[in-house]
């Protein structure tokens, strides 16, 4: 059985997603039960082999496949950071998708790609080798457009196209770096600590040149400047699509493999050796920033979001490409935390934008007061993007400000103060607009609702994620929280 779990776990939305599509449109009530009993069959999964892993057992898949290589699927800790948050966050967002798209056309369509995104995206972090990364990175891509063109217009059309062009292009990179490796040192695993160390150093250019390769392709999907042009076009997509793009799907893949690269495939202290890391870390710095710049001029509120993803996202990779354990523990934790805030961010965004057709921020004067559960929800997920205590973004922040000090990066010291500022800056006066001035008129309702403020299947997923946000920043000292798996994860990548 443990040698099957990891295969369960992707294919209970890999067969769900294909159910669907053979389903006729007006079986809305089967389609709904398929989407959840799946969520909820993958979350039984994850955590059976979670407490599995905690007794020790181990979980691997392997099968030989063409050309020497193998397809691996293996549960570590590392790959149950983000296989936790996408089960969690799958289960939220299948609730959400099905009151968003209620009188939707082709709905079937839309829940079998959808399906299969996080089939995609527990793959990618199950992933035990660089083939088996790339066989999953590229279906991401494979099954995400289908989500953001959905609507259909020509503007989701174009952005599709734009999706597309960008993302092939990383895919390719990734490919020829997986292929050059292969040819170079044969199959080889994601190890603890690395692998690539110990082979033959007259290799060590060639793993150079190699590591800015993977690096530009992951650094598509992870939307590092300068190719981050795809992610806020992609915003024409539904709702619950930007909401997976940048909470657990998409961006989280391409900052996952620069994880992997770094930790598992080159190890952290020999790609520093290489003098590797530098690079990334101005990169991510320069995105940081960046990114937060440009969201202070967005007038239209998932515009705003998806240039603070930009920006928030490269938290990752500049925990990474810092030499230390403090800001390993504050990159790896982010991936968790931002998925749960901006997931809740993008959640409240659907709700506005379908309820009372409300999209730009200049638009959202006293919508507290219409929507008090949902701005509260919003409240929280900005002022953790911020750092304010006690929300998970601050037990970020902090393990990544005590990492720069630690390891002697005085300009990352920089980046994050002056990140908070831009942060503060783009999420303060949406605060201030919805709670403290009086709404400009009546307001346009577009669904009907009966007693709560909007409809229960998109208030109450919004209200958890937000809880979660709240509950992982005050719980960071429990034995369970994504900061616990963060130092574990941690204090095994740097071993001798």
Known sequence: MNAW????????SLVTGIVIFFLPEHRRGVRSLLNIAGALLKLFFVGWMAVGMIRGETYESRFSIILGFDF????????MLLVGLSSVLWLLT?????????????????????????????GVALAGNPITFFIFYEFLTLSTYPLVVHRGTDEALRAGRTYLWYTMAGGALVFVGTVWLHVLVGSVDFTEAGVLRFMDASLYPQFSIIFFILIAGLGVKAALVPLHGWLPVAMVAPAPVSALLHAVAVVKAGAFGIVRVVYDLYGVAFADARGLLTPLMLAAGFT??????????????????????????????????????????????HLVHQGLMKITLFFCAGI????????????????????????????IGALGMIGVPPVAGFVSKWHLGLGALGSGNGLVI?????????????????????????????WDEHMPVRRAEAPLLLLVPCIITAALSLAAGLLAGSEWSPLALARIIASREYVP
């Open 72 to 79: 691996l699927l293996k549960a570590d800790p590392l790959a």
């Open 414 to 442: 920089l980046v994050l103060l002056a990140s908070t500022a831009l942060n503060a800056g783009y999420f303060l006066p949406i605060l201030y607009r919805a709670w403290f001035r009086d709404p400009d008129g009546p």
């Open 5 to 12: 779990l990891p295969i369960a776990v992707v294919a209970s």
């Open 288 to 333: 940081i920033v960046y990114g937060s710049v440009r969201a202070l001029t967005q007038d239209d509120l998932k515009r705003r979001l998806a240039f603070s993803t930009v920006s928030q996202v490269s938290y990752i990779a500049l925990g990474v490409s810092m030499l230390g354990p403090l800001a390993t523990i504050g990159g790896l934790v």
């Open 94 to 122: 299948t609730i959400y998708a099905i009151g968003y798209l209620e009188g939707w056309k082709n709905r079937s369509r839309f829940f079998g790609f959808f399906s299969f995104c996080v089939t995609a995206s527990v």
């Open 352 to 379: 506005f934008a379908e309820t009372v057709h409300v999209k730009k921020i200049s638009a959202m004067n006293g919508i507290g007061r219409r929507f008090p559960w949902t701005m509260g929800a919003f409240t």
